[in-house]
């Protein structure tokens, strides 16, 4: 398999973190009786697999970089997924959900900043415009996730015991 470049790497990341991030949304989806808070999450998961698509798009065009590229995504979806299945064990609620949401959407925004500033460097053909893209909407989703994390943590009883 082909070494990556410290660029390459973070683009297989960013990959990685977008393919969890679609079993994240459908998880959190699945712990949420809020209507509202769902379609964000359909919608959040839709953009998800759009940024994977145009990831791997960009992957492909890299000469011989794709198949390594693919592994390490792999090797970071697992981590993000083993991570939320760590965080949202079998008592999680849709606040969980959420808060584990803000989580891993604020690292998907520092991980496609810091690609955007590599590549002023690396000069990725293609890359800076998906960087231009996807940035955008990882913040919106990073946003999402707060004020759903803000909607439901209002709902909670804060003088209630765990139960």
């Known amino acids: 398999m082909a070494e990556l470049t410290n660029i390459e790497s973070k683009v297989a990341e960013v990959l990685g973190l977008a393919q969890a991030a679609q079993g994240a949304t459908?998880?959190?989806?699945?712990l949420t009786m809020d209507e509202d808070l769902k379609q964000e999450l359909q919608r959040m998961k839709q953009e998800a697999v759009e940024t994977e698509e145009r990831t791997t798009k960009l992957a492909e065009q890299l000469d011989g970089k794709k198949t390594a590229i693919l592994e390490k995504a792999r090797e970071t979806k697992q981590e993000a997924t083993e991570m939320m299945q760590t965080y949202l064990g079998n008592?999680?609620?849709d606040l969980d959900g959420f808060e584990f949401l803000?989580?891993?959407?604020?690292?998907?925004v520092g991980h496609w900043?810091?690609?955007g500033k590599m590549n002023e460097r690396a000069n990725l053909p293609g890359l800076d415009e998906l960087v231009r893209w996807v940035t955008p909407?990882?913040?919106?989703?990073?946003?999402q996730s707060l004020q759903g994390s803000l909607k439901l943590a209002a709902?909670?009883?804060?003088l209630a015991t765990e139960s």
């Open 91 to 93: 008592d999680a609620d």
């Open 113 to 115: 900043q810091i690609v």
């Open 155 to 158: 709902e909670e009883d804060p």
């Open 102 to 108: 803000t989580m891993a959407e604020a690292a998907e």
């Open 26 to 30: 459908e998880k959190v989806a699945g």
């Open 137 to 143: 909407i990882q913040q919106r989703h990073f946003e």
